[in-house]
């Protein structure tokens, strides 16, 4: 592994279905954050954690849940999909809170 | 309330400079940050302002004003390569970042 990695790639899901997207990263950073971005809106944060063992919301956090067990994995679940939540998952580490981040690749979701 | 302003789209001509403007209102300030994502792809960092004046980088420059809560990414000798959205970030007085919405910089030949 090298940087950040997600999976899957892409998913469609049947509304009311449970997903988690799954997030590593292999550089030791100590924050980690989810953003959805969707078409002419700016990314928005999700969840993010800024240590292992701690997470935080951010500015559209209803619907989803994170977890931060390790330092290298930072999972993201969506407990009962709904359509509105269609979009595309990035998750981003930084060394710390106040540094650059550095992008997966992205999880195109579609709910139906 | 926390905003970041950047225009929808631009054009310009390969060879040319190209300057994005960003303004942005944020709960305290603790940099601003720009980012390049060419479409279907992850943003990848390009720049970061914390003083005010100018950073230059290779062909990119980004500039910073705090007390008129104003950026510009300044992009020279343009190339095809260059087409992409430029995402301007603030960071907040909680180490967020709040994100404008991209401008699509389209270079044409």
């Known amino acids: 592994i090298a940087g950040i990695t997600q999976a899957p790639t892409s998913q469609i899901l049947a509304a009311g279905r449970r997903m988690t997207l799954r997030c590593t990263q292999d550089m030791r950073h100590n924050a980690m954050y989810w953003y959805r971005q969707d078409l002419g809106l700016g990314l928005r944060l999700i969840h993010y954690?800024?240590?292992?063992?701690?997470?935080g919301k951010g500015e559209v956090p209803d619907g989803y849940s994170v977890s931060r067990a390790n330092t290298d994995d930072f999972p993201l679940t969506l407990a009962s999909a709904v359509p509105s939540q269609t979009s595309v998952y990035f998750c981003?580490?930084?060394?710390?809170?106040?540094?650059?981040?550095?992008f997966g690749p992205g999880t195109r979701l579609t709910v139906l | 309330g926390q905003n970041i302003d950047q225009p929808t789209e631009m054009t310009a001509t390969e060879g040319a400079i190209v300057q994005i403007n960003c303004t942005y209102q944020t709960s305290g300030f603790n940099g601003l940050f720009w980012y390049q994502q060419h479409a279907g792809e992850a943003p990848t960092f390009l720049s970061y302002?914390?003083l005010d004046g100018l950073e230059e980088k290779g062909r990119f420059s980004s500039f910073l004003s705090r007390s008129k809560g104003y950026s510009y990414l300044l992009l020279k000798e343009l190339q095809m390569k260059d087409s992409a959205s430029y995402l301007c970030a603030a960071m907040d007085s909680n180490y967020q970042l709040i994100w404008g919405a991209g401008t699509k910089l389209i270079i044409k030949p």
């Open positions: 954690s800024n240590t292992a063992g701690t997470t």
């Open positions: 302002n914390v």
């Open positions: 981003a580490s930084s060394e710390d809170s106040n540094n650059e981040q550095f």
